[in-house]
T-cell receptor
Framework: DGGITQSPKYLFRKEGQNVTLSCEQNLNHDAMYWYRQDPGQGLRLIYYSQIVNDFQKGDIAEGYSVSREKKESFPLTVTSAQKNPTAFYLC?????????????FGPGTRLLVL | SQQGEEDPQALSIQEGENATMNCSYKTSINNLQWYRQNSGRGLVHLILIRSNEREKHSGRLRVTLDTSKKSSSLLITASRAADTASYFCATDADSNSGYALNFGKGTSLLVTP
């Protein structure tokens, strides 16, 4: 059963804490992405990775970090430097360049601050 | 950066009616895509239209693209309650995002029985 999964579904963060959101895909896609969605808003790009061991900052990378050690996995860490982390986080993947290919999205992780 | 802007922000119709959503963008594109998002869920790809295409159909969906006006429309015919969702357009216009898509803020569609 192919697809893209995210965990956990809900995540609570305390002040000053780093938290990591998981994203896994078994679609054999090269490219992976992290987006942030705030209520009533569209998606804003945090980081993207076109290939293993390579990733690039998106429009709102400050306060976030990523790694791409395996093709299947693209975890996102929300660091304590991100002062307003409450949002819905979406991970996506595509075969290659997103502009020429469909992006497949995970179900999302909702991050809340305690 | 958000390239596309959907219009209207919200749309409420009755089952059986047609729903039309519009998307405008600012810079030249190679492709434009439409996605659907049910509340609290991930996005699902609906249709991709290339810059050299003017119209595309998929089931009850019809997408048009007018590159001279930098706009696209999504028409859902004979709408159903299950079509209730947010609809986003996304473009591949070059930006700091490189290979990612630029999404608009979406149109929230409510279809009532």
């Amino acid at each position: 059963d192919g697809g893209i999964t995210q965990s956990p579904k809900y995540l609570f963060r305390k002040e000053g804490q780093n938290v990591t959101l998981s994203c896994e895909q078994n679609l054999n896609h090269d490219a992976m992405y992290w987006y942030r969605q705030d209520p009533g808003q569209g998606l804003r790009l945090i980081y993207y990775s076109q290939i293993v061991n390579d990733f690039q900052k998106g429009d709102i990378a400050e306060g976030y970090s990523v790694s791409r050690e395996k093709k299947e996995s693209f975890p996102l860490t929300v660091t304590s430097a991100q002062k307003n982390p409450t949002a819905f986080y979406l991970c996506a993947s595509s075969i290659d360049r997103a502009g020429e290919e469909t992006q497949y999205f995970g179900p999302g992780t909702r991050l809340l601050v305690l | 950066s958000q390239q596309g802007e959907e219009d209207p922000q919200a749309l409420s119709i009755q089952e059986g009616e047609n729903a039309t959503m519009n998307c405008s963008y600012k810079t030249s594109i190679n492709n434009l895509q439409w996605y659907r998002q049910n509340s609290g869920r991930g996005l699902v790809h609906l249709i991709l239209i290339r810059s050299n295409e003017r119209e595309k159909h998929s089931g009850r969906l019809r997408v048009t693209l007018d590159t001279s006006k930098k706009s696209s429309s999504l028409l859902i015919t004979a709408s159903r309650a299950a079509d209730t969702a947010s609809y986003f357009c996304a473009t591949d216009a070059d930006s700091n995002s490189g290979y990612a898509l630029n999404f608009g803020k979406g149109t929230s569609l409510l279809v009532t029985p």
